[in-house]
Structure formats: C-alpha cells, structure tokens
C-alpha cells in the first residue's frame, strides 16, 4: 500500500486514494504511471486507464460497477460516471480449500462469562421485560420507572437526579441555603456501584411497534425474534407482557422457545392485560415477578469459559471509502481467528453481499446451504423489485460521499468482515446459530434490523465497523464499534471503542489488528471493558417486517 494510493486486488483497474490527490500528480501501479487529470477526494476512485461506454469497472477483484460515459486515464470515478453491476451467480457448488491462520497468541485463553444450563455462555447477564403488542408498551415504561433507577440501573442519561433528597429535605425543614447545598446528581457508575443485584447487568425493555395489524407471517416472526432473546445465553430470564387480543399470541411465543430451546429452564413469566382484575394490579404481579427473577438471575456468576463459546456477529454501517481495506478486513482476520479456535462468527446484511454471492457460494461446506444462500438472495432481491427498488439503491448519501458509489462496490468491502473461511451454515432470519464456524443469516442492510436479527439468532457480542460513525447498541449483547479511519475515531471517541485507522497510516497490518481486535472482544467479554454503546445505553432494538402491513 502507497502512502497516498492503493490497488486492492490485481484485476481492479481503479485505484483508491488514501489522502487527497491533487490534479496532475503521478502514480505509480504495478509498473505503470498514471498522471491525474483532475484533483481526486480522499476515499474516491481513479482509472487505471481509459474507460468507454459500457466497459466493466473492478475493485477487490470484483465486477462493482460499468462506465456510463467515457472516462479518461486518472479521473475519478463518479455517480453521474459509473452504474452499479454485479457479476451473475449460479447455484454451483465448487471446491474449496482453507488454511486456519496461526491461533498461538489465543490458544488456552478463556473468558469469563455467565454459563447457561444449556451449555452456552453469556458475555452479560440481562432480565427482559418484552411486550407481545405495541399497546403494552406504556406498560413496560411504567415497569421500568418502578425498578430501574431504584435498583441501581442505568437510566436514559449519564446520571440519575435523586430529588427524594430534596423531599426530605423540605420535610426536615432545611433551609434554601440547605437545600441548594444538597447533592442530588448521581453518575451510571455511582449507580451501579450501589446495585442491589450485582451479578446482573440490568433489566431491559424491548419496546417494538409490532405484534398486531400487520399479516400474521409478521406476528410469527416476531415471536421467533423475540424466543431468539429469551434463549440468547446473555439473558436469564422475562417477564412478557400480553395484552390479549393481538396477532403474537402467548402460546405462538412459547412453541417458538420451545422450538428453539425443547428443555429451557429460564424463567419467564406472562401476564395478559385483558384477564388482569386491573392495571395496577398487572403492574404489581410484574414489578413482584421481575424482581423475584432478578433475585435468581443475581446467583449466577462469571467463570472462565473458552473462546469457542464466543457467538460474534459481524456488522458495518455508515461505512466509507477506507471500510473495506481497514476495519473490515480486520475484523475478518478476527473472524478467522475465531473460527480456528472453535468460535463462531455470523455475517449476514444480505444484501450487502451482493456481487460477491459466487465467492460465498463457493465456501459453502454443502450443497444444501448453496442453494439456500442462492435461493435467498434471488428472492430478497426479487422483492425489492417488486417494490420499486433494487439493491443498486442500497448505498446511503453518506456512504457515496465517502467514495462508496455503487451497491457492489459497497458489498464486496462489507463482504470482507466473513474473513475466508468456509461457511458452515446459512440460516434464514431468526435461524439459530447451532454449528461452530462462519455463519450466513439473512437479514436487512439496515443496521438496527441487522444488529437486532444477529442477537434474535444467538450471538453474544458484536463488533460493527464504520467510516462515518454510528451510536447504534443492542439491548442484549455488547456491540463494540471500529472506525475504519483514524480521524473519525478521535472526533467520536466517546461512542467508537477500537481504531482501525491504524491500518491505513501503516502502524498495524490487517493481521496484527485483527489480533487486537480479538483481545479486546476477550475483554469486554470478560466484563472487563464496557463498550461504549452500553455506557451510553444504547439499546436499539427493530425487528424485520417482511411483509406488507394490513
């Protein structure tokens, strides 16, 4: 890599700039001299020569777009100059070969984490309190009014205000003097320095506007997601609150724990709104249930368990020009880490793999998962026709003015966080993850119902890259965030908890960040290190609509 220009692959015949190239600069790619005839923005493209009408544009090896106009030898590759393309994939399986890189530096290292009756291991241990249809949300608020705060959890902001100080205060018949001298701001960590329940890392509420209205397909889907939570190894029990009437009924929700977990032994409590004597009374048989749960969940405590236990899904947004030759490919040598210690990573954003499907395709270990990836992504694509749209629309403003123009340019960089190891399985949304390996799980290119599905599906932590910057969280499962660039992670250090800039300045190669980056996945693993989304309480939650809402 050049300090000031890179060819990520031989066959691409775009070149990407690492700073800001001005107009009339000479570079230097396999052999050849390339003289700039225009100023080319940092993160953008160049021509390695000539272009006409038509003719195939490749980056990472792969067909990402086709020139739309002639485009002249060292000019820059734009969205008024260049339409997406993918290669065309067929269901043909192929043989594949794969070296594990060296695991030395982890091998014999554990974790600390919570173990589960069903032999999984959480890297945080979480109380649910879940809503089977939107109308019980006020419930859920109400409920979390009346524990979070009292037991020690954190709130929506940085500090908790303790005005019962102040009523006492009055009470006592202090003066204005006294009152404005009393303390009555209190920090997260001041808070959860005085949780009543120490072994458990906090109670969440998983509001959602779901579960009613929309086609019952929906309702069932949800009620896959939402056992994919409670059966998730960071969660130790619910309290699930029912209104009654809705589409996702209490039983539809059991028979999908029961599916996924046959002998599940966490405890979940159900309250239906329209057989309670009243509110009140729904909400104290809640606040009594939920606290007897934490109670139970409070016994379990963190003891070592080895790396294969780690379910990591595998997630970008807001990415940009450096994602896909920094942070992605970093996390993709983590990835391959993992899965030579008998760990598990899961990617899924499908249509985010668009153009790289025969690649995939080929890793897959059966027949039968190749022609379900296959199946998959000509269906999803198909329905995004079906709506007017397409995967060509996939890339954000912010992605293409950080040089990401076309869907297949933005796919075959996010691709690169599955590493290169075989696919083990590819799984459905809300698929469970049973089988140690490189997982596929189809799920939306949105980060939030991505994020969502990966956790509904098993994983216990995440690392998501970005280029732009992003505070997005789960309720559940620690998401660390990782620049692709340095700048974004000195300007946003308060939500991004790894720097993998470091790559494109030449400190670190793919292979020692992707080191460093499962060290610190161990640590924060091992509650050891928060990430920044749980300090900030980010605790974002979507589920995936997939079909039309009646």
Same mark, same amino acid.
């Given at each position: ?21 001005? =107009? ?42 086709? @020139? ?53 291991? &959480? ?108 059966? /998730?190894?960071?969660?130790?029990? @619910?309290?699930?609150?029912?209104? &009654? ?15 996924? @977990?046959? /002998? ?14 009243? =509110? ?5 048989? @809640? ?106 629309? /996939? ?50 290119? /949105? ?5 969502? &599905? ?35 992670? =000195?300007?946003?250090?308060? $939500? ?13 190669? $793919? ?5 460093? $980056? ?28 997939? &079909?039309?809402?009646?």
């Amino acid at each position: 890599m050049s300090n000031n220009y890179v060819q990520i692959d031989p066959k691409d015949n775009v070149i990407v700039a690492i700073t800001p190239l001005k =107009e009339g600069t000479s570079a230097t790619i396999a052999g050849k001299t390339v003289l700039l005839k225009e100023n080319i923005k940092q993160k953008h493209k160049f021509t390695l020569h000539d272009f006409n009408v038509g003719d195939e544009i490749y980056m990472y090896g792969v067909l990402i777009g086709k @020139a739309t106009q002639p485009i002249a030898e060292g000019c820059a590759i734009t969205i008024d100059n260049v339409k997406h393309a993918s290669a065309e994939f067929k269901d043909v399986k192929e043989n594949f070969t794969w070296s594990a890189p060296d695991v030395s530096n982890f091998e014999g290292r554990t974790f600390n984490g919570y173990h589960r009756e069903d032999g999984k291991v &959480g890297t945080a241990n979480y109380w649910l309190v879940i809503p089977l249809t939107f109308c019980e949300n006020r419930n859920l608020d109400v409920l979390e009014g009346a524990l979070s705060e009292k037991l020690g959890y954190e709130t929506k902001k940085d500090f908790a205000v303790d005005t019962d100080a102040l009523i006492e205060k009055y009470k006592a018949g202090a003066s204005t003097e006294d009152i404005l001298n009393t303390p009555i701001i209190t920090t997260k960590e001041e808070l959860s320095k005085n949780r009543l329940f120490p072994n458990v890392d906090g109670i969440k509420f998983l509001k959602h506007d779901g579960g009613c209205g929309g086609i019952r397909q929906d309702s069932e889907v949800l009620c896959k997601l939402l056992a994919g939570y409670i059966t /998730n190894p960071n969660v130790a029990g @619910a309290t699930v609150f029912s209104l &009654g009437c809705q589409n996702a009924q209490i039983d539809m929700l059991q028979k999908a724990i029961d599916d996924i @977990a046959p /002998n599940n032994k966490k405890p979940v409590h159900y309250l239906e709104q329209q057989r309670s004597e009243s =509110e009140r009374k729904l909400i104290e048989e @809640a606040v009594k249930h939920t606290f007897i749960g934490l109670t139970e969940a409070n016994k379990i405590e963190r003891k070592p368990a080895p790396l294969s236990k780690l379910v990591l899904g595998l997630e970008c947004g807001g990415s940009d020009g450096f994602s896909g030759i920094s942070a992605n490919p970093a996390l993709g040598y983590a990835s391959d880490l993992l899965v030579g210690l008998g760990g598990s990573p899961v990617l899924a954003e499908f249509p985010e793999l668009n153009g790289v499907e025969q690649e995939l395709i080929k890793r897959c270990e059966t027949a039968e998962d190749s022609k379900k990836f296959y199946d998959l992504m000509r269906a999803y694509s198909a329905s995004a026709i079906a709506v007017g749209s397409g995967f060509e629309n /996939n890339p954000s403003p912010g992605n293409i003015k950080d040089g990401l123009i076309t869907d297949a340019m933005k796919s075959a960089g996010a691709a690169k966080k599955g590493g290169t190891s075989p696919v083990v399985k590819v799984l459905d949304y809300t698929e469970q993850i049973t089988k140690p390996g490189l997982n596929l799980l189809c799920t939306p290119g /949105n980060d939030v119902e991505s994020t969502t &599905g990966l956790v509904g599906s098993g994983c216990n932590i995440v690392v998501f890259t970005t280029g732009l910057g992003t505070p997005t969280g789960n309720p559940v499962a620690p998401v660390l965030k990782m620049s692709s660039n340095t700048n974004l992670y =000195e300007r946003m250090n308060d $939500i991004i908890d790894i720097n993998a800039g470091t790559v494109i300045s030449g400190e670190d190669t $793919i292979e020692t960040m992707g080191e460093k $980056i499962l060290d610190h996945i161990i640590r924060v693993a091992s509650g050891e290190t928060p990430s920044k989304a749980v300090l900030h309480g980010n605790n974002d939650f979507i589920p995936w609509k997939r &079909g039309v809402s009646l």
